[in-house]
């Protein structure tokens, strides 16, 4: 087998300028005869160049991609399982939106609690100001790094104190049935529970109005419920229609801005202990209703102060963040399931009112307050509710001082939704924001045994400033 060539003839000129310009000046000085053959006379010389074979194949598309493969099978299989590994706990750390290093990095002192008020204010000159709390750093627990697992850990693993309620069942004069249930101080320091509020207390009555989905027996309703009787307060949980147990009695549901069973309520507690402090708060869902109410009574309300924990603000905004993220339509789904538990157990009122169907094979928020909640309100469409329900609209009127608490990775509530301009425009509002916390999470302690906004109620502020303050613990 023959070996093809290639020759051509290099003239001395082109050679001697090569070797200047290819070989560089120490070569020069090393080896002096090779600059003099630079200057010599040159006869013409011939050079054959023979094709390589590993040229050939690299020019081979084929080859090149077989290389490849061969040289990364010689890479043990624990390298990759190695990477896989490490590609997966980047992914799920973002995906989740982890903050362990992050905080790590800060020497776990947490971030400073953001307060957005009016300057003028006198609530923020009268109790806030004096609050350390609200001028102190919020740490999330280490192992609950993530607003996922914030709220997840508190619907499931909360952990809430043990205690029973004492339930009155309160009629509406529509014919629909709420279920209000007590715990009063004096239960905790007798350990026994079930008692009615004698004539002569006077101690403050705090009003809690559940989320979605939520009553009394809501892990993070009786770690709150819990911690106010404790400081000496009676507090009453008003459940929502047709949960705590309670069958709907009439064709009248509520909804995200239903705010007549929570007037009703408060103005029936100032009427049967007139002598008695009211204050409010309100989780999530429940937030949305309480600033709406408060937003439409203006200075006709018996509360004295108000807390909003969580509001959604602008139903609308949060429903398209629901829907933007894989991560955030599991809790969409997550709340889509429930609300068809809830129409399940009332499946005689809501198959007669509203499209059964729609309801069943809905599979979110919005599908099913299509299929059932605009029907039933007569709302012709599901923004038109989302945007009469809304409180945002209502932030400037409220007329009693009123305390705001927001997580901005609130998974659920969005802080898209915050309506920031408002809360500074008015004078009664106090907004804390932060970093950190999830959907009514703000787990802290190395054990997770603590709700950060709970050490805000009550204390002696309240009493004299009319607001919900902080107790150092």
Not at 56 to 77: H, R, Y
Not at 342 to 348: F, V
Not at 436 to 446: A, D, N, Q, S
């Amino acid at each position: 087998m023959t070996r093809s060539t290639a020759s051509t003839v290099i003239p001395p000129e082109i050679f001697r300028s090569s070797v200047k310009s290819v070989v560089p000046s120490p070569f020069f000085r090393t080896w002096p005869r090779l600059v003099s053959l630079a200057h010599e006379p040159f006869m013409p010389m011939k050079i054959e160049f023979f094709p390589s074979p590993l040229m050939a194949d690299c020019t081979n598309p084929k080859s090149i991609v077989g290389l490849l493969i061969e040289a990364a099978t010689l890479i043990p299989t624990s390298q990759y399982l190695l990477g896989l590994v490490l590609f997966v706990l980047i992914f799920l750390y973002n995906f989740l939106e982890f903050h362990l290093f992050r905080d790590l990095l800060k020497g776990f002192r947490g971030d400073q609690v953001t307060l957005t008020f009016n300057p003028r204010s006198h609530i923020y000159e009268g109790v806030a100001s004096k609050c350390r709390i609200f001028h102190g750093r919020y740490l999330a627990t280490p192992w609950l790094s993530n607003p996922h697992f914030q709220t997840a850990f508190l619907n499931f693993f909360g952990r809430p104190p043990v205690f029973n309620y004492k339930r009155q069942v309160f009629q509406i004069p529509d014919g629909g049935t709420i279920a209000l249930d007590w715990l009063m101080a004096s239960d905790i320091g007798r350990g026994a529970f079930g008692h009615d509020i004698s004539e002569d207390d006077l101690a403050p009555i705090v009003v809690v109005i559940p989320g979605l989905m939520s009553d009394s027996s809501s892990a993070y309703i009786k770690h709150l419920v819990f911690k106010i009787a404790k400081r000496g307060w009676n507090v009453v949980v008003s459940n929502h229609r047709g949960l705590g147990g309670i069958s709907l009695t009439s064709d009248c549901f509520y909804n995200a801005g239903w705010t007549e069973d929570v007037r009703r309520v408060i103005n029936y507690l100032h009427q049967e202990h007139p002598k008695s402090p009211l204050f409010a708060v309100g989780t999530s869902i429940g937030a949305n209703i309480l600033v709406k109410y408060l937003g439409e009574n203006r200075e006709e309300t018996p509360i004295a102060g108000a807390a909003s924990i969580c509001s959604p603000w602008d139903l609308v905004v949060c429903d398209r963040f629901i829907t933007r993220r894989l991560i955030q339509r599991f809790y969409d789904r997550a709340l889509t399931i429930g609300l068809q538990g809830y129409a399940q157990i009332h499946q005689t009122v809501y198959s007669r009112l509203a499209d059964w169907e729609g309801i069943k094979k809905s599979r979110s928020v919005r599908d099913f307050d299509n299929y059932a909640t605009c029907l039933v309100e007569k709302f012709e469409t599901v923004d038109t509710y989302y945007r009469h329900c809304s409180s945002a609209s209502y932030v400037g009127n409220v007329a009693v001082p009123l305390l705001c608490i927001s997580a901005l990775d609130d998974p659920v509530c969005t802080k898209e939704a915050i309506p920031w301009d408002e809360c500074r425009a008015n004078r009664n509002i106090i907004l804390a924001t932060t970093r950190h916390g999830g959907h009514l999470g703000f787990f802290e302690g190395i054990l997770g045994d603590r709700l950060w906004y709970i050490t805000l109620f009550p204390s002696q502020y309240c009493v004299c400033f009319c607001i919900f303050s902080c107790l150092v613990t």
